[in-house]
């Protein structure tokens, strides 16, 4: 199989605190990890790419210090909202590949509202 | 840059009918083409993927053909369920572990009893 799982499924933090989101990877290793960003009723948007021990690379417009990514081994990546805003608030769904083959496995993703 | 786009929903069909999702896309390259299935409370799933023209991915009675002259790769099935009530993305790729995924805005299926 291919498990991705990702903590909390949901968060509720006030305005101006920071929000941790765990993806793991559980029964493979993950080589890259990916973050994606949905909006209600529409597509996902890619915010980063992540590789084991080496810093995400970040899509055009998405602040890097405002959404930190860690990938601390080949089963773990975090992402960290710092300064959450209510505009910040969104659903947000990691993904990991093995590596060979272009599939990604997703996690069932990480339901944010900031107030 | 590179674009999937495919039909806006939400699509209702009784059980039983005949399923088509229209998706097309634009590409600089050669991508690999994948359908995601995204069931009420869970994440994406891949459903069936094709990675070079004239493929055809299939999977749980789903088809798709990934069609280079027509730059589409349309979902069908032959007979829907109930239970294939979801949300359906077509997205692209370029391959390996590195190639990030483009996804279409996603067509919600609904199929009643």
């Known amino acids: 199989g291919a498990v991705v799982s990702q903590h909390p499924s949901r968060v509720i933090c006030k305005s101006g605190t920071s929000v941790k989101i765990e993806c793991r990877s559980l029964d493979f290793q993950a080589t890259t990890m990916f973050w994606y960003r949905q909006f209600p009723k529409k597509s996902l948007m890619l915010m980063a790419t992540s590789n084991e021990g080496s810093k995400a690379t970040y899509e055009q417009g998405v602040e890097k210090d405002k959404f930190l990514i860690n990938h601390a081994s080949l089963t773990l990546s975090t992402l960290t909202v710092t300064s959450a805003h209510p505009e910040d608030s969104s659903f947000y769904i990691c993904?990991?590949?093995?590596?060979?083959?272009?599939?990604?496995?997703f996690g069932p993703g990480t339901r944010l509202t900031v107030t | 840059g590179d674009s999937v786009t495919q039909m806006e929903g939400p699509v209702t069909l009784s059980e039983e009918a005949f399923l088509t999702i229209n998706c097309t896309y634009t590409?600089?390259?050669?991508?690999?083409l994948f359908w995601y299935v995204q069931y009420p409370g869970e994440g994406l799933q891949l459903l069936l993927k094709?990675?070079?023209?004239?493929d055809k991915g299939s999977n749980k009675g789903f088809e798709a053909t990934y069609r280079k002259e027509t730059t589409s790769f349309h979902l069908e099935k032959g007979s829907v369920q109930v239970s294939d009530s979801a949300v359906y993305f077509c997205?692209?790729?370029?391959?390996?572990?590195?190639?990030?995924?483009?996804f279409g805005k996603g067509t919600k299926l609904s199929v009643k009893p």
């Open positions: 590409a600089t390259g050669y991508p690999s």
């Open positions: 993904s990991a590949s093995k590596s060979k083959g272009p599939e990604q496995y």
């Open positions: 094709a990675t070079k023209a004239d």
């Open positions: 997205a692209l790729n370029y391959g390996g572990s590195q190639g990030n995924l483009i």
